[in-house]
């Protein structure tokens, strides 16, 4: 199985006219708020910190070059062939190398897993944004390519999440600038509550083990000034090493 044709055009459509400034993005906050809060998260976690890193769902790629400093190997991958080139025009230097990829068909994930084999995984917002019947197969291909020795960090816009977005949606002058486009194309933000997003990486065969709230934030800034924060949570998934193991 894979995405649902009408996931992938909403994305290609979202990422075709997305402006290529940084930060002109809804989420596409900078690294230093991002990224470099969520790695301690998963660093206790990590069976080996040189597997290669794979930023699922990377968009145009700015959390993808935060990672490239980090770790020896960085992939940036993502559903939109659209965010894929973005990606590549905003790295010139070719921190992170970035190819297009449907994590939720089988045949996909399998095929960069034998590539790459075992890889961490990086995941910001992906699973909240598919529709419900992609969630579970989505959840299979990170098992995929995690393998037995990978992690995966999986940060997800709470269900009070929602409630913000759409007054953002409903205030007088419409949404901003920066939201719109969200609407426009037929995303869902904040469809998939912490129990459900639990529940889909148990049944792929991973094990949760660690996790709790740290809010999301947004380049989108609030009355007072401050970048807009949305109510998050994060988990860290793989498959539980033997007794004994480090």
């Known amino acids: 199985m894979s995405v649902s044709s009408r996931y992938r055009r909403a994305w290609e459509g979202f990422w075709g006219e997305a402006p290529e400034e940084r930060g002109a993005v809804f ?26 890193f794979v930023d699922l769902g990377c968009g145009n790629g700015t ?11 960085v992939v940036g991958v993502d559903l939109a062939a659209a965010a894929v080139d973005l990606a590549r025009r905003s790295d010139p230097g070719g921190l992170a190398s970035y190819r297009r990829l449907d994590a939720a068909d089988p045949s996909e994930a399998a095929g960069l897993h034998a590539e790459f084999g ?10 909240h944004q598919c529709v419900a019947d992609d969630r579970q197969p989505l959840a299979d291909g990170i098992a995929t390519l995690l393998g037995s020795r990978g992690r995966a960090l999986v940060v997800e816009p709470a269900p009070a ?3 913000v977005l759409m007054g953002l949606a409903r ?13 426009r194309h037929g995303l869902t933000p904040a469809e998939a509550g912490e129990d459900e997003v639990a529940g889909h990486l148990r049944a792929a065969g991973l094990t949760v083990l660690d996790g709790g709230e740290l809010p999301l934030v947004t380049t989108e800034h609030g009355v007072d000034g401050r970048p807009l924060e949305l109510p998050a949570l994060w988990l860290v998934a793989g498959v539980s090493a033997p007794t004994g193991d480090a």
Do not use: C
């Not at 959390?63 to 190997?73: E, K, S, V, W, Y």
């Not at 075992?118 to 699973?127: E, H, I, P, T, W």
């Not at 205030?171 to 609407?183: C, D, I, M, N, Y």
């Open 63 to 73: 959390q993808t070059r935060f990672l490239a400093g980090r770790f020896p190997t």
């Open 118 to 127: 075992d890889a961490n995984l990086y995941l910001r917002g992906v699973l």
């Open 161 to 163: 999440a929602k409630a």
């Open 27 to 52: 989420w596409d906050a900078e690294p230093e708020i991002t990224a470099a809060r969520h790695l301690p998260l998963l660093e206790p976690h990590l069976l080996a910190s040189d597997l290669p």
């Open 171 to 183: 205030e007088p002058a419409g949404p901003s600038a920066k939201l719109a486009p969200v609407f």
